[in-house]
């Protein structure tokens, strides 16, 4: 007999692996409900999707290899204790909050475990501190923007399908089932941002609807809605509502915008960005501002910031605050460093940190970033920090040389998830500062180039994570390096 996909089992679930997997180990004999009698050890394991440690499953085979297999639950037998009722209706099928049935301690305490094991394991690094994780102080409504995607093509549950409901299918706004790129799940209510958010998204469906607009296809390339974007501040209670479309209409523009401003006195801006783009990114080739200044403005610590529809601002603001002060901390700043701040964005970091040192200079990829961070320096009267716009994925050290640049002290790098390339991990090592702080939303990636420093000379003194997403399996962490 030999186990197959497709095949159901039952497993015990021992360990929670990265990105919400739970892991059994057993012995192929097990699985194929063969009594073990020869004291083999179980070293077969099993990722399940949808399981926590603690419990017991059973679990449909999806894919089979030589030494694990992957699974998805089907069925719970017995629950962990650690479970807990999921607060949304879409729970399982919305693919955004993998974790809400998990309580949020565990939820962090897995996190910590998870990063240990990339930098013990993957990384095979040792002898460094490993700090306690900083939990968000919110679990829900912490976000500052939500992305919503309008689509012609609509996902229905099961339960939709199994009723007699009669649905508008070549119409959704909402959120991407997971792995699915071409249909949307129309969702009325989300618990990640404010209740008025989960309004403003209801009336915007019901208002295009009731007009009959077309929605753009990813498979035609026509139709005119794409995303609606909304963009809340925290400290400042700005609203902005960004309306993506394949196209200007200024008269369906204006009469959304008078509608949604008599509906929603809060709102004080709105924007619609236009993108010629055949990709589904919710940036457009260029804006049109509808009302109010076209801006958010919204505070990390003591220091102010513009925000524009397509700026990077760190979407838990509460908890950037603690992200940023754990790299301030880690980067133990005299107040007379030259600092790098690579992939700087809006300049949240560098202008954060910039009481604390003689100089920034910050680089940036994206121009528009880059223009942003300028103005929020003049905002807060900052004079010490330079902005600087690089391809931080060919090499920014030509940029550095050709401006002739004090060679840093501390660098300060915050990439994007797939963390840096080789060229900019070439130009660091060059420059050779004495201390590196290393800020990821992906602790693979991070480790893959904190390896890479090692081989030049670099040790790991320490690293923390910080929950910036509670519900989702997301982690940051803040690591140092010193040479």
């Known amino acids: ?92 099928v919305c693919g955004g909050c993998k974790q809400q049935d998990l309580s949020y301690q565990k939820q962090t305490e897995y996190k910590q475990l998870q990063v240990e094991e990339i930098f013990y394991k993957l990384g095979g690094l040792s002898n460094f501190i490993v700090e306690k994780i900083l939990p968000s102080d919110d679990v829900y409504f912490y976000r500052n923007k939500m992305e919503f995607s309008f689509s012609d093509k609509r996902w229905l549950t099961k339960k939709e399908i199994a009723t007699e409901d009669k649905f508008q299918k070549n119409f959704a706004l909402g959120l991407h089932i997971p792995k699915i790129f071409d249909k949307v799940h129309d969702v009325d209510e989300c618990f990640l941002q404010s209740e008025l958010s989960n309004s403003i998204l209801n009336f915007t469906r019901k208002f295009f609807l009731h007009r009959n607009t077309s929605v753009y296809s990813t498979k035609t390339h026509t139709g005119y809605l794409r995303n609606l974007v909304i963009r809340q501040s925290y400290h400042t209670k700005d609203l902005m509502v960004n309306l993506v479309t394949s196209e200007e209409n200024d008269e369906l523009l204006k009469e959304y915008s008078e509608n949604l401003v008599n509906s929603y006195p809060a709102i004080t801006t709105i924007v619609n960005n236009i993108s010629k783009k055949l990709s589904a990114v919710a940036v457009g080739d260029y804006e049109k501002v509808y009302f109010g200044s076209g801006y958010i403005f919204d505070k990390i610590g003591d220091y102010t910031f513009r925000i524009s529809a397509n700026s990077f601002f760190q979407t838990n603001t509460k908890q950037a605050e603690k992200l940023y002060q754990t790299a301030l901390e880690f980067a133990e700043l005299k107040g007379d460093e030259i600092v790098y701040d690579l992939y700087s964005g809006a300049g949240t970091i560098a202008i954060y940190i910039s009481g604390k040192t003689k100089q920034v200079f910050a680089f940036e990829s994206v121009q528009s970033a ?35 640049l004090p060679y840093p002290d501390v660098m300060i790098i915050d990439p994007p998830r797939s963390g840096m390339h080789n060229n900019t991990v070439d130009d660091v090592i060059q420059l050779s500062p004495r201390k590196i702080v290393y800020v990821s939303c992906n602790p693979t990636t991070q480790v893959r180039d904190i390896k890479m420093f090692s081989d030049a000379g670099y040790k790991l003194i320490k690293i923390r994570p910080v929950d910036m997403f509670p519900q989702t399996y997301h982690i940051e962490n803040v690591a140092l390096l010193i040479k």
Do not use: W
């Open 1 to 92: 007999m030999k186990i197959k996909k497709g095949d159901i089992v039952q497993l015990q679930i021992e360990k929670y692996a990265f990105e919400g997997k739970g892991i059994a180990k057993v012995s192929k004999n097990e699985l194929l409900g063969i009594n073990d009698t020869d004291g083999a050890e179980k070293n077969y394991v099993v990722f399940v999707h949808g399981s926590y440690p603690g419990d017991v499953v059973k679990a449909r085979l999806t894919k089979i290899k030589k030494s694990y297999a992957e699974a998805i639950t089907t069925e719970i037998i017995s629950a962990s204790p650690d479970r807990v009722k999921a607060k949304c209706k879409y729970f399982g």
């Open 370 to 404: 880059v223009e942003d961070a300028i103005v929020n320096a003049k905002l807060n009267n900052i004079s010490n920090v330079k902005f600087i716009t690089a391809d931080l994925y060919k090499s920014f050290l030509p940029v550095a040389q050709k401006n002739k």
